[in-house]
Structures are given as structure tokens and as C-alpha cells.
């Protein structure tokens, strides 16, 4: 894995990589670009236009006071205006409330396409980052804390754009505005007691709301944990109640519950005591302010109307205030949120293309493996120094006991993984040279362990070639020998396969994989253990089917049961990640070495099944 070479503190990731933690303000600097796209004209005149109506609707909130406090001015008894001049006003009222609040309501409405778009993109993104990563991340991975952490980092972006960008920025230029207007009607006290009430305000929001972002951050990774143990616990319900573990599940769903129940008291006791803050420092700033606006009024210096407009300015204050709690403490929870995911998408990938990687047109299917070198970890090799040569429309098999390296080849062959010597070719170029899709689009694979769509045997068979026409997934599936066991359901090629395929055996989710495999129509066919698990009869009517999708195609196979294998043109004998024998059955036989002793046990062994 690469370590970083910053000086800066570091997280760890899911899979175990050391990525490095990057302040608030570099994860705001990190969603611009989707705010404000380059390749998006529209979405940037949207964002244009919702701050133009931004700013009429804070300009005719701030006008509103003051136009209302002239109408009480007017209707004073000892002011003795015509009905004309407050009837002008009040209408003015009525006008310049209509229009903060139409100019608001359109700056959302125009911005609500650019929020939608900008998390689609945030999430498009990381998601196919998720499968450009390695296969070394995917064996290590939790899925329902990757889950978990794109559901709360799209929740938390649009929570950081619904309300960083139409309520910070508008709230503190609102404080401003009020302040001035304060300042230039009144005198300096007044505008003085107001900044100081907003920066007690906002010290004591900042500072509790910091504390609870913590208690945040534990109440997230109590929330993941739950969630991964109950998803990997549900994908393993067979071999939970084959030993019989559902209380020792429980109690492991359980601890992370009761973590999260914790952290969640926490933060709501943190948050009754916060509004309780938040109140008492406004309400007494409040009553400070109106009564020397009172005693003004007293002494004659001040009229109703100004202590009407004095009033109005702070409870209207207070409203966007009070929010600005709120809305500092979503922006710092949505932060956090989407701090996971885009450090999900800062995740290097470990196998990459490299620039100026060519396409892999119309391949031959020929594959060599020179003197490869490989291991996992640096200090443990699985291969070590394996060559073999695969012709056009040929076929080798590898076969030996469970961890020489078998379907380690396999994975390299699919660059799963980078040999860390020696070379793979494919039609006489290196593998690392040619780009991963045209690559794997050459190759087709039949597993061991055949994994389903949740979804309908036509989408399964069909995502061997996405588009293919029903007549096209119908003759894949006749050539499988899963046709006529297709009709036989109740709803046919519609039937749905359930989780990982599990509503059907393993010998139907083969023939389903080999029918995706044959509408794929690869160059290149690997054969990884695909009868393994099979019984005898079964995998004997498997291998007819694959015997038809590896016909005039490259195959490389790796067996278990050497009695699948002996139509192979070479036979290769992998021991501790060396070759130690090569060539085909009889030759093989003849030598007496281990590929003949590894037969001779397995047909005793069967001698024994049958017998019993």
C-alpha cells in the first residue's frame, strides 16, 4: 500500500490506508468545483442568478422595519399626517414583505437543480472511484460502512449548500446592515450592544457546537459498525444458523447499538443546553437594548415609531440568528459527514492505467506469463517465477493443492493486481501497457463461487452484454443448458434469483454464469474451479456447457477435480508457486510424479463415494 509522505496527521481508511485529514475549509474548497462546473455554463448562471435574488431579498428584509415604524410614526396622534401618508407606507409594508419573501423563494428554486446535480456528481463520482479501486481494497472492505458513508456524505452536502450558501453569508451581511442602520439612527451604544450580543452569540455556538461535532463523529462510526455487522451478518444468514451463532450476532449488533445510544444522549443533552445558551444571551440582549430605548422614549429623545423600529431590528435579527445556530451545527455535522466520503474518493487506486495505455483491438487471445513473481504481502511470495504460454484458441490447465497460487493467476491475468516481477502478455504486449477495460472486455470468467444479481435471470444473463435482445440472452442460455429449466418456472426469464442468487443451486447459478459468460462472447476464457463445488453428476452436466463456451476460444482453466481437466492441451503443476510439472494427461501420467499421485488419490477417492 502507499504512504503518504505529508507531514500532515493522518486517518485511517476502511481498507486500512493512511490517508491524510484535511481541514474544514480544504472539504468546502473540495465541493466547489461541482458547485461552480467549468463544463456547465447553465449551472453556473443558475448559481449567478440565485445570488442576485439573494441579495433583493436580504435589501427589502432590511427595508421592511423601517418603512413599518414610519407608518406607526405617521398614525401618531401628535404627528397629524393625512390617512394618505400612512396608507402609502403600509402598502409599501405589505410590498417590500411580498417581495423578501417571492425573492427567496425563487433564489431556491433556481439553486435546487444545482444542489441536485452537485451531490448526483459528488455520488456518480465516488462511486465509480469505489470500483476503480483494487481488489486488495474490496476483499477488506465493510459494505454497510461504504454504504453508510455515501448516504451521509450526499445527506451532508446538501445540507452544506441549502444552508451555508443561502443562510451564512446572508445572516452575517443582515448583522452588518442592522448594525449600520442602528449606528446611523440611533447612536453608537446601541449598535455596540448588538455586535456584542452576535459575538457572545456566536463564541458560545462555535465553541458548544465544536464539543458536539466530537460526540458527532462517535455517534457516526457507532453508526457504521452497527451497520456493517448487521449487513455481514445477514449476507452470512446460512453459516450464522449452521452453528447456531444468532445470540452471539445479536450481542455484536448490540455493542454498537449501545455505543450509538450513548453518543446520541450526548448530543442531545449537549444540544437542550445550547438553545438554552442561545436564548438567554439574546433575550438578554434584548431587554437591555429596548430598555434604553424605553427611557429614550420617556425622555422625549426617541419616538414610538423608532422604539417600534429598534424592537423590530432585533426580533428580526433573532430569527436568522437563532438559525445560524442550527445552521452552524449542520454544516459542521454535514462536514463530517462528508469528510468520509471524499476521503473514499482520495483513496489511491492501486492498479491504474497508465498515460498513454492503448486498447486491446481485435486480440487473438494468445497469454504468456514470464517468470512472474507475486506475493500479497512484500515478504511473502504466492508465485515465484511462473512462465507458461497459451496459444490462440488453446487451452491450459492449472491444478494443485489449496494455496500453491492458482487463482492468483487468474487475477493477475484480469490485473486485479500488478505481478511485482516478470511480465504478462497478451498477444505479445504487456498487460500493464493496455487499458483495464479493453483488457477484461478480451476476458470472461466462470467461477467457483458464482455471485447473482438480486435481480431476474434475463438481468443476470444479460449482464454479459447489457442491451442484448431477449433472442440473443435465449440462445446464450440454451447453449448453457439453462433454457428449458428457464420455461419450467412460473415466470420464466422474469423470475427473480434472490440475494447473491441464493433462490437457485449452485449447479442452475452456473449454468446462469456460463450463459452470461457465452453473451459476453470473450476472446479469452478463464475457468476458475467452476465445478469444484458441484456433485459428480451435476459437474458432468456442467462440463458440456463449458466444453460449448470454451470452443475455439483461449482457455485457461483451474481444476480441483483433475478429471475436468484431461482434454486440456497442457496440464500445469503449480506447487508452492513454482511449475513443478508440465504437459498433458498421459504425459503427466507417465512421469509418476505428483500430478500422478494427486489422480491416483482422487480416484480412490471417488471409488470410495461410489461405493458408498
Known amino acids: ?69 414610519r407608518a406607526v410614526d405617521a398614525l401618531a396622534p401628535q404627528m397629524g399626517g393625512v390617512l394618505a401618508v400612512p396608507l402609502g407606507l403600509i402598502v409599501g409594508y405589505g410590498l417590500l414583505r411580498i417581495a423578501a419573501s417571492g425573492f427567496g423563494e425563487l433564489r431556491d428554486a433556481i439553486f435546487a437543480a444545482v444542489q441536485q446535480r452537485t451531490v448526483r456528481r459528488v455520488a456518480l463520482q465516488t462511486f465509480r472511484h469505489l470500483h476503480r479501486l483494487s481488489l486488495r481494497f474490496h476483499l477488506d472492505r465493510q459494505t454497510g460502512g461504504l454504504s453508510r458513508a455515501i448516504d451521509r456524505g450526499t445527506s451532508g452536502i446538501e ?51 465544536t464539543w458536539r461535532v466530537r460526540i458527532r463523529r462517535t455517534m457516526n462510526e457507532s453508526d457504521s459498525d452497527a451497520k456493517t455487522k448487521a449487513v455481514d451478518s445477514l449476507l452470512n444468514y446460512e453459516t450464522v444458523k449452521y452453528f447456531g451463532n444468532e445470540g452471539h450476532e445479536a450481542a455484536r449488533f448490540d455493542e454498537a447499538l449501545s455505543r450509538y445510544e450513548r453518543a446520541a444522549v450526548r448530543s442531545q443533552v449537549t444540544l437542550n443546553l445550547l438553545n438554552l445558551g442561545q436564548a438567554a444571551i439574546i433575550s438578554t440582549a434584548l431587554a437591555l437594548i429596548m430598555l434604553m430605548a424605553a427611557v429614550e422614549v420617556q425622555a422625549g429623545t426617541l419616538t414610538v415609531g423608532r422604539f417600534v423600529l429598534v424592537n423590530t431590528y432585533l426580533m428580526q435579527l433573532y430569527v436568522p440568528l437563532n438559525m445560524l445556530g442550527f445552521v452552524y451545527r449542520e454544516i459542521k455535522q454535514g462536514l463530517v459527514d462528508m469528510e468520509q466520503m471524499f476521503r473514499l474518493i482520495r483513496v489511491p487506486a492501486e492498479v491504474a492505467d497508465r498515460p498513454g495505455a492503448k486498447p486491446l483491438v481485435a486480440p487473438a487471445g494468445e497469454v504468456v506469463f514470464e517468470d512472474v513473481q507475486f506475493g500479497y504481502r512484500p515478504d511473502r511470495l504466492i508465485l515465484r517465477g511462473v512462465s507458461f504460454r497459451v496459444p490462440p484458441g488453446g487451452s491450459v490447465a492449472i491444478v494443485g493443492p489449496t494455496g500453491a497460487g492458482k487463482s492468483t493467476i487468474s487475477r493477475l491475468l484480469f490485473r486485479f493486481y500488478d505481478v511485482t516481477g516478470g511480465r504478462v502478455l497478451v498477444d505479445g504486449q504487456d498487460i500493464r501497457d493496455l487499458t483495464q477495460d479493453s483488457l477484461r472486455a478480451a476476458m470472461g470468467v466462470v467461477p467457483q463461487d458464482t455471485v447473482l444479481f438480486n435481480d431476474t435471470i434475463r438481468y443476470n444473463i444479460a449482464y454479459g452484454r447489457p442491451g442484448a435482445s431477449q433472442a440473443e440472452i435465449e440462445q446464450a442460455a440454451k447453449l448453457a443448458q439453462v433454457h428449458d429449466f428457464v420455461l419450467r418456472l412460473p415466470d420464466g426469464y ?55 463456451v470454451a470452443f475455439h476460444r483461449t482457455t485457461l482453466s483451474i481444476a480441483h477435480r483433475l478429471s475436468t481437466v484431461v482434454d486440456a492441451d497442457q496440464i500445469l503443476v503449480l506447487e508452492d508457486g513454482l511449475v513443478v510439472e508440465r504437459g498433458t494427461h498421459g504425459e503427466l501420467l507417465a512421469l509418476g510424479g505428483t500430478y500422478a499421485r494427486m489422480w491416483a488419490l482422487q480416484a480412490e477417492q471417488q471409488e470410495q463415494v461410489e461405493a458408498a
Not at 194 to 201: E, F, I, K, Q, R
Not at 514 to 532: F, G, M, Q, V, Y
Open 1 to 69: 500500500m502507499r504512504r503518504s509522505l505529508s507531514a500532515q496527521p493522518t486517518l485511517p481508511d476502511f481498507a486500512g490506508a493512511r490517508i491524510p485529514e484535511r481541514s474544514t475549509l480544504e472539504t468546502i474548497r473540495s465541493l466547489l468545483p461541482y458547485l461552480w462546473p467549468k463544463d456547465s455554463a447553465g449551472a453556473r448562471v443558475r448559481v449567478s442568478l440565485a445570488m442576485l435574488f439573494l441579495i433583493a431579498a436580504k435589501g427589502a428584509t432590511v427595508l421592511v422595519p423601517l418603512v413599518y415604524s
Open 159 to 209: 445540507a452544506v449548500l441549502r444552508l451555508a450558501v443561502f443562510n451564512v453569508v446572508p445572516t452575517l451581511v443582515e448583522v452588518a446592515l442592522v448594525t449600520a442602520i442602528l449606528w446611523r439612527l440611533f447612536d453608537w451604544r446601541y449598535a455596540a450592544l448588538t455586535l456584542l450580543a452576535v459575538a457572545c452569540y456566536l463564541a458560545f455556538t462555535f465553541g458548544l457546537t
Open 494 to 548: 422474469a423470475t427473480r434469483v434472490g440475494e447473491r442468487g441464493l433462490k437457485l443451486s449452485g449447479g442452475e447459478k452456473q449454468r446462469v454464469a456460463i450463459a452470461r459468460t457465452i453473451l459476453k462472447d470473450p476472446r479469452i476464457l478463464l475457468l476458475d474451479e467452476a465445478t469444484s463445488a458441484l456433485d459428480t453428476r451435476t459437474e458432468q452436466d456442467i462440463q458440456g456447457a463449458l466444453r460449448t
